[in-house]
Structures are given as structure tokens and as C-alpha cells.
């Protein structure tokens, strides 16, 4: 393909009506959810022009749901690297988290930042997952780093250098799974330009064929950046 993403971003969604659909429970829904996250990063980290990959996992609004299932949310991702983080590190994948998890559970924050650091050093594939994480939250945040350092005014470079994302570039590609054309408060700034994508299916459809249509569609796209 002669044109890759840098930056690929992913709103992963449906995984509550792909278990409803089959008349699971919601809880193997996400279950499901989280083994195609594990078999899309690793398929994407072999992917040598794809360097940043952002996910969507935990979004600030998700509090509102049931404590079961945000329970077992939490419990997938710490399982998660339980079972593949040797597996992500041979990979030479670094993860990198977005997000206030000052309020999850002490063992998965444990868990969080043991992975961030032991995958620092890594230079392949740089994994972003947005937990407990709100675009416009990010800018904000970004500002008053800025005020604390008695900026008076900020330029739009300011801001990007202090984005949680930070240093990855903007996102050349973002894909939404199960139909909606929403942004739902996600990586509002590093979006600007971004190419979009949604699919019908639900997120534990999504496959590695589904990826390589997907980024066989981004090669196609022409992208202007509001020129002509
Ligand atoms: C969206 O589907 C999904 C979420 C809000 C959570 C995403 C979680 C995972 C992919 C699994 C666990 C995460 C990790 C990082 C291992 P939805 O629940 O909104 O489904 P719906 O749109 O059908 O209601």
C-alpha cells in the first residue's frame, strides 16, 4: 500500500450490542472486545509506517454505567497485560496511558504504571490507551500546564507539545466500529485533520481483514488539509 497512517486511532465500539445480538451478556461482549484489541495491536505493530496507535478504552462518561460491567472493564484490562505483556514486549511495543486513573482500583493503577515503565525503552509501535480519558479535558489540561509556566498566551503548537499524546502527531486515521459518526469527546485537537471510518460491524468483528480494508480505503483517501 503506498500510503499509511503514522497515527491510527480507534473508537472501539458495540461490543454490548454484538453480546446482545447473540444473546450473551454484556460482560463477554467486552470480553471479546478486549481479544481483538490484543490481536489488533500486535497486528499493528508489524506494521512498519503505522508508529502510534490510539485506542479508546475508558472514557470519562463510561462512570454512568452499572459497577458490574464497569468492574469487569477494569478487570479485562489488567488481564490484558497479565497475559500478553511479554508478548507485547518481545514486539518492542510501548504503552503509553491517557487519562486520570487516580480512580480506578490501586492494583490495576499498579498495574498501569509498572507497563508504561517496563515498555519505555521500547521503539516499535507506541500504544496510547485512553482511560478515564475526555478531549476537551485534554486541552485544558494542556493550558494550565501552560499557565503554571506563566504563559500569558499560547500558540497552537503550545498546546499540542502538552497534550497527553504528546509526541505523537496529529491522527491520520481514525476508525469508529458499529455505525455511529460520532467523535464522543475523543482526541478532539490531535483529530483536526483526520480521516475518518465507520463500519456497521461491532468492535469484536473487527479482524485483520477487516484492518487491511480499511487501510486499503486511508490509501485512497485524498487528503487536502484545507488546500487544494
Ligand atoms: C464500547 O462498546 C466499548 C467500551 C465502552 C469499552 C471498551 C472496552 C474494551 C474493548 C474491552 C476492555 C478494554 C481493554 C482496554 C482491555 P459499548 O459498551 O459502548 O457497546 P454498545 O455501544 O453496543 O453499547
Known amino acids: 500500500m503506498k500510503k499509511l497512517p503514522t497515527h491510527i486511532a480507534f473508537i472501539m465500539d458495540g461490543n454490548r450490542r454484538w453480546a446482545v ?4 451478556s454484556k460482560m463477554l461482549g467486552h470480553k471479546k472486545g478486549a481479544e481483538v484489541l490484543v490481536n489488533v495491536i500486535k497486528e499493528l505493530s508489524k506494521i512498519n509506517d503505522i508508529k502510534y496507535a490510539s485506542f479508546f478504552a475508558f472514557s470519562t462518561e463510561n462512570w454512568n454505567r452499572e459497577q458490574k460491567e464497569i468492574d469487569a472493564i477494569f478487570q479485562l484490562v489488567e488481564e490484558m497485560f497479565e497475559r500478553h505483556e511479554q508478548e507485547f514486549h518481545n514486539l518492542n511495543i510501548k504503552f503509553v496511558v491517557m487519562g486520570d486513573i487516580s480512580r480506578f482500583p490501586v ?10 515503565e517496563n515498555s519505555k525503552n521500547n521503539s516499535g509501535l507506541t500504544v496510547l490507551l485512553a482511560l478515564n480519558y475526555g478531549g476537551r479535558d485534554d486541552i485544558v489540561q494542556a493550558v494550565n500546564k501552560l499557565l503554571k509556566k506563566n504563559y500569558k498566551s499560547v500558540t497552537e503548537e503550545d498546546i499540542a507539545k502538552n497534550l ?3 509526541p505523537a502527531p496529529d491522527i491520520d486515521f481514525l476508525i469508529r466500529t458499529s455505525r455511529e459518526q460520532r467523535i464522543s469527546n475523543f482526541m478532539l485537537f490531535q483529530l483536526a485533520y483526520s480521516e475518518m471510518y465507520f463500519p456497521k460491524y ?3 468483528d473487527f479482524n ?3 484492518l487491511e480494508k480499511a487501510l486499503k480505503i486511508y490509501s485512497k483517501r485524498n487528503r487536502r488539509f484545507g488546500g487544494n
Open 202 to 204: 461491532y468492535w469484536p
Open 208 to 210: 485483520k481483514k477487516r
Open 21 to 24: 445480538r447473540r444473546g450473551l
Open 164 to 166: 497527553l499524546s504528546y
Open 107 to 116: 492494583a490495576m493503577q499498579e498495574k498501569l504504571i509498572k507497563v508504561q
